[in-house]
């Protein structure tokens, strides 16, 4: 809480309230909310703001301060807006996340104090309506073409740094912000991605900051010691707990500005595409990921990686069921499977999820930054590119070094992603190649 420091302050403060008073007090989000939860009066450039950033750790109030900024748009807070807004854009991640975290979640729209005016979640038409016909719409950041034909007067977009289609859905939506005065507001973990990037050089934009430590009094304690005591000072919890914007590593053999130059929206008609596979030495909970990246190969002998399904602390029979199920979705040639590991026993368990699976087993006889090297000169050569946006693959990618990911931990997408493309562009094609779409 901004206004009231200690549970003294706030004493003072209520005392002599009465309840309908001290009702109205603890639903007042303007008295409650850090200056970083609220709306800066102005942009960088000193005018009126057109994007306002919030920039934060894990949970350090960025729904709450999103969904409170929507409400209050709605029914027009002298702070936040000069009239009511009636047509808002929400866009999540996906459609899952717009509704169990912006909408339905313990910090979303719907739990906030509305009184007699709460609106209503239409799930059919991925809506909520409020009594003065204020409508916010639920859009996924994995469609951009669905923000095509709507028009609002302001947007609430969440996690913006993961969206899989970043530029486009951002393009689509500007196009659609035609009424009233419109502005935008962007919750997210910031990431270095071009978008964010260069929304946070506009000098039209608000930028607003907050670790999770800030937030610190809706949070477990025991959580913010152990989750301290883990990544404090470390380059993941600079990133994932105080929201800073974490650059390239020194030394890794990936770089954003590489992987972003080679980013696309769709793959042309490949003639070879593999899903290979990483496994996990263990199924425990402390296990390393099973990493699963499927590529493939045009004509012209470009790799264009397609998707990373990289399961955590599954079982053999659960990271096999996700694999075989990719090479099927993509009707790939084959499954490409490292077996240092689990020798003759990860065949065996590919197969006993599907015995027609091809599988092809290889071995690691270098160290992972070697064998990952001739791929990142591929990239370099301009012909390997991200169909989409694979955030924790390309987390990885960039924190690869000569002494491993610096965290300790296994780099198992950057391993599943160099034995998929050794596969398809540094060795001899294995079989006649199929043409598709995909």
């Known amino acids: 809480m901004s206004n009231c420091a200690t549970p003294q302050a706030l004493e003072i403060l209520t005392e002599g309230l009465t309840k309908s008073e001290l009702t109205a007090l603890l639903q007042d989000w303007e008295f409650w909310a850090r200056d970083d939860q609220l709306p800066p009066l102005s942009a960088q450039n000193g005018e009126a703001w057109h994007v306002w950033l919030m920039l934060g750790g894990r949970g350090a109030g960025k729904t709450r301060a999103g969904a409170e900024w929507v409400k209050a748009l709605v029914e027009a807070h002298p702070r936040f807006t000069q009239a009511p807004v009636g047509r808002i854009a929400l866009i999540g991640e996906t459609m899952a996340d717009v509704r169990e975290v912006m909408v339905e979640g313990v910090s979303g729209l719907l739990s906030l104090p509305y009184g007699h005016d709460r609106p209503v979640w239409e799930v059919s038409r991925r809506r909520l309506v409020w009594a003065n016909g204020a409508i916010a719409q639920g859009f996924s950041a994995e469609d951009p073409e669905s923000l095509r034909g709507p028009q609002f007067e302001a947007a609430w977009c969440d996690e913006l740094a993961k969206w899989k289609y970043a530029e486009n859905v951002w393009d689509m939506l500007q196009f659609g912000l035609r009424i009233g005065t419109p502005r935008q507001m962007v919750t997210t973990t910031p990431r270095p991605v071009s978008l964010l990037k260069k929304l946070m050089a506009h000098p039209q934009t608000a930028i607003t900051r907050?670790?999770?430590?800030?937030?610190?009094?809706?949070?477990?304690?025991?959580?913010?010691?152990?989750?301290?005591?883990?990544?404090?000072?470390?380059?993941?919890?600079?990133?994932?707990?105080?929201?800073?914007?974490?650059?390239?590593?020194?030394?890794?053999?990936?770089?954003?500005?590489?992987?972003?130059?080679?980013?696309?929206?769709?793959?042309?008609?490949?003639?070879?595409?593999?899903?290979?596979?990483?496994?996990?030495?263990?199924?425990?909970?402390?296990?390393?990921?099973?990493?699963?990246?499927?590529?493939?190969?045009?004509?012209?002998?470009?790799?264009?990686?397609?998707?990373?399904?990289?399961?955590?602390?599954?079982?053999?029979?659960?990271?096999?069921?996700?694999?075989?199920?990719?090479?099927?979705?993509?009707?790939?040639?084959?499954?490409?499977?490292?077996?240092?590991?689990?020798?003759?026993?990860?065949?065996?368990?590919?197969?006993?999820?599907?015995?027609?699976?091809?599988?092809?087993?290889?071995?690691?006889?270098?160290?992972?930054?070697l064998r990952a090297a001739p791929v990142a000169q591929l990239y370099e050569q301009g012909r390997v590119h991200h169909v989409g946006s694979f955030t924790a693959l390309e987390d990885e990618m960039c924190a690869l070094g000569p002494g491993g990911l610096g965290n300790g931990k296994s780099p198992d997408r950057v391993d599943a992603l160099v034995w998929a493309i050794t596969d398809l562009a540094l060795k001899p094609e294995a079989q006649e190649p199929r043409v598709r779409r995909i």
């Not at 790939?332 to 599988?359: S, Y």
């Open 210 to 369: 907050a670790k999770t430590k800030a937030n610190a009094t809706n949070l477990s304690p025991a959580f913010l010691k152990v989750i301290e005591q883990l990544y404090g000072g470390t380059q993941l919890g600079r990133q994932e707990l105080d929201g800073e914007m974490i650059e390239d590593t020194a030394g890794a053999l990936w770089t954003r500005r590489l992987i972003e130059t080679s980013r696309c929206t769709e793959a042309p008609s490949l003639v070879r595409i593999v899903v290979a596979v990483d496994p996990a030495a263990a199924s425990h909970k402390r296990a390393d990921s099973c990493g699963i990246v499927a590529a493939g190969i045009d004509k012209n002998r470009h790799i264009y990686v397609l998707q990373d399904k990289t399961i955590a602390s599954a079982r053999p029979a659960q990271w096999a069921a996700v694999a075989v199920a990719l090479y099927h979705t993509l009707q790939a040639d084959a499954l490409i499977a490292e077996v240092n590991q689990g020798g003759e026993m990860v065949a065996a368990v590919i197969h006993e999820a599907d015995a027609n699976v091809p599988v092809l087993a290889v071995r690691a006889t270098r160290g992972k930054y």
